[in-house]
């Protein structure tokens, strides 16, 4: 099946740090969304994205679509112990359903 | 004020028994989803209703039979629970918006343990 390359796979920071992460396929994408899951929890949109090349913020959180529609960023500025958690880049492919495709998530963990 | 709500949040099961497990969103969309989140935190999406209507069905074992009564509700249905069955299963629901979809809004998982 249709498949997002999610990386980096998992982030080891400090409080203060800022950390990227992105995904990429060789798909063409319509949207791209950005989730977050905490333990025990469903993942909660963060970000979602419409068009090529959109820049969107959301607070210390900072995401695009890439121009090629097969990629998109995700920027976290200045973490805080509370922004542990997996998150997860989700995409629905041009010309498919309104089926969300993930990647495979990046464990970020925050250290005091 | 729930936005999409599951139960149960657990479920401990014996093998070969059937259980269910159900979702309700007030948000008033009328597209509802389940996936399945493996150990590797992997999400898959199962199915999808719109409008009480399958639209999508990912080649899931027919032991898992999805149920939608009204747009508010859909409940899945699982028999003969095997051990790979053991994950966490979400539902989610969004406005139908064509073939683009919509933002897709998650509860907060069952997690099923088969033994």
């Known amino acids: 099946g249709q498949q997002l390359n999610q990386s980096p796979q998992s982030m080891f920071i400090q409080e203060g740090e800022d950390v990227s992460m992105n995904c990429t396929s060789s798909?063409?994408?319509?949207?791209w969304l950005w989730y977050k899951q905490e333990p025990g929890e469903g993942p909660v949109l963060l970000i979602a994205?419409?068009?090529?090349?959109e820049l969107t913020s959301n607070g210390r959180l900072t995401a695009q679509f890439g121009i090629t529609r097969k990629d998109s960023f995700l920027n976290i500025s200045a973490s805080i112990p509370s922004d542990v958690g997996i998150y997860f880049c989700a995409g629905q492919l041009q010309g498919g359903s309104e089926k969300l495709v993930f990647g495979k998530g990046m464990k970020l963990t925050v250290n005091p | 004020d729930t936005a999409v709500s599951q139960t149960p949040k657990y479920l401990v099961t014996q093998m070969g028994n059937d259980k269910s497990i159900k979702c309700e969103q007030n948000?008033?969309?009328?597209?509802m989803y389940w996936y399945k989140q493996d150990s590797k935190k992997f999400l898959k999406i199962m199915f999808s209703?719109?409008?009480?209507?399958?639209?999508i069905n990912e080649t899931v074992p027919n032991r898992f039979s999805p149920k939608s009564p009204d747009k508010a509700h859909l409940n899945l249905h699982i028999n003969s629970l095997e051990l790979g069955d053991s994950a966490v299963y979400f539902c989610?629901?969004?406005?139908?918006?064509?073939?683009?979809?919509?933002?897709?809004?998650f509860g907060p998982g069952t997690r099923l343990t088969v033994l």
């Open positions: 209703y719109n409008n009480k209507e399958l639209i």
């Open positions: 994205l419409y068009k090529a090349g």
């Open positions: 989610a629901s969004s406005r139908w918006t064509g073939p683009r979809g919509d933002t897709q809004y």
């Open positions: 948000l008033g969309h009328d597209t």
């Open positions: 798909s063409i994408f319509n949207t």
